[in-house]
Structure formats: C-alpha cells, structure tokens
Nanobody, 120 residues
Framework: QVQLVESGGGLVQAGGSLRLSCAAS????????MNWYRQAPGKQRELVAQITSDGSTNYAGSVKGRFTISRDNAKNTVYLLMNSLKPEDTAVYYC??????????????WGQGTQVTVSS
C-alpha cells in the first residue's frame, strides 16, 4: 500500500557532497519517524540519522556535523544532505518510514537502497 522511492546516490570524491531523497506514495495518513540507514559490504546495517514527526533529529556519531536530515511532510519526503564525505561513508543507503495508512494500519517501510561511493 505504501512505496518508498530513493534517489540521489552516486560516485563522489572525498570532501564532496550528495543529497539523498526518499519519497513515499500510497494510502498515507501520517508518517511518524523517518530514518536513513546504511550498509557497507561485510558490515551490519546501521542507523545514520532519524527525524521524528515533530522535527527532532538524531545522528550517528560518525556523521554528526557532516550530515543533515530533513523532511517535507507535504511531499511525504525525507532528505539526507551529506557533506565532507569520506571513503568510509561508502555504502548502500536505505530510507525507512513508520507509516500510518488511511485505514489506520501501521507499517514499517523500506526504500530500495541507493549506492553511495566516495573515492579517495
């Protein structure tokens, strides 16, 4: 009933910037928290950033001060602005949304993932 579509990944040199987007569509009543996760080869998926429905944000220590999460509730979209990128930021990035549908059912939804590669 709800789909998430990510965009904005790619290849960038160290020190560069990228902005990821994740748009939700479907029978959406409301969206609680929106998160970005990442998974590097051979590693577990980790939480990168979270933004709650009231706009409060939390970041992993490794990205604090470099990444900024934001949301546009009118567009059901979450963004991740990544500055000062490092090779260790290379990973597949996934968005996550806790969605309440128009039938008041609650679902946890994941995006398809987008590759971010940072070259040294």
């Amino acid at each position: 009933q709800v789909q998430l579509v990510e965009s904005g990944g790619g290849l960038v040199q160290a020190g560069g910037s990228l902005r990821l987007s994740c748009a939700a569509s479907g029978s959406i009543f409301s969206i609680n928290h929106m998160n970005w996760y990442r998974q590097a080869p051979g590693k577990q998926r980790e939480l990168v950033a979270q933004i709650t429905s009231d706009g409060s944000t939390n970041y992993a220590g490794s990205v604090k001060g470099r990444f900024t999460i934001s949301r546009d509730n009118a567009k059901n979209t979450v963004y991740l602005l990544m500055n000062s990128l490092k090779p260790e930021d290379t990973a597949v990035y996934y968005c996550f949304m806790a969605v309440t549908t128009t039938s008041r059912a609650q679902y946890n939804n994941w995006g398809q993932g987008t590759q971010v590669t940072v070259s040294s």
